[in-house]
């Protein structure tokens, strides 16, 4: 079976058509959950005809990946955009703590992590291998970050076995 060419939206036009699926989406991910929406759904809660829907996504599945990539991405602009800069500038124990309750509180209190949206794609990468993938994608991300930070003040708190350290802390902020 041929695969259908999915539009990438170049006009005003065809990128308001694909912001207003993925906005109607989110809300009734957010509103009913993943698996009792359906593509039908989506396009009429959009207000545009389900051939627009197909134009733009394969399929819900794949709206939701593209929506999982535009979450991850935005959770690294509002979240971890800082922390190369926190890292670079540790010179003393007193940067060592600050910084670090700086770097955790990113992690563990930014708002996207409380929105309905979050929620539904920490539990679908247990039922979808997609959805895990690219979670793992934004995972390996901030462990980076965390080895980062734990070898910058390695000289200061000598930390054996960076990476066990840095998952450690990245398991415990995810489950808090």
């Not at 979808?128 to 793992?136: G, N, Q, Y």
């Not at 462990?143 to 840095?166: F, G, Q, S, T, W």
Request: hydrophobic content about 40%; overall charge neutral; aromatic content about 8%.
């Amino acid at each position: 079976m041929k695969e259908k060419n999915i539009l990438q939206p170049k006009q005003k036009r065809g990128i308001a058509t694909k912001k207003k699926i993925k906005k109607a989406a989110k809300e009734l991910i957010a509103k009913s959950g993943y698996y009792t929406i359906t593509s039908n759904m989506i396009a009429a809660e959009a207000n545009v005809p389900i051939g627009s829907f197909y134009n733009y996504f394969g399929n819900k599945k794949s709206l939701m990946l593209e929506l999982i990539k535009d979450w991850n991405l935005e959770y690294h602009d509002h979240a971890l955009y800082h922390f190369p800069m926190i890292i670079k500038e540790l010179n003393s124990d007193e940067d060592i703590q600050g910084n670090l309750e700086k770097l955790l509180e990113k992690f563990a209190l930014s708002e996207m992590l409380s929105s309905p949206i979050y929620k539904i794609i920490h539990s679908l990468q247990f039922t979808e291998p997609d959805v895990l993938a690219l979670s793992e994608e934004i995972r390996s991300v901030e462990m980076k970050i965390l080895c980062e930070y734990l070898e910058r003040i390695n000289d200061l708190h000598p930390v054996d076995n960076i990476p066990i350290k840095a998952k450690l802390i990245h398991s415990t902020v995810e489950n808090i």
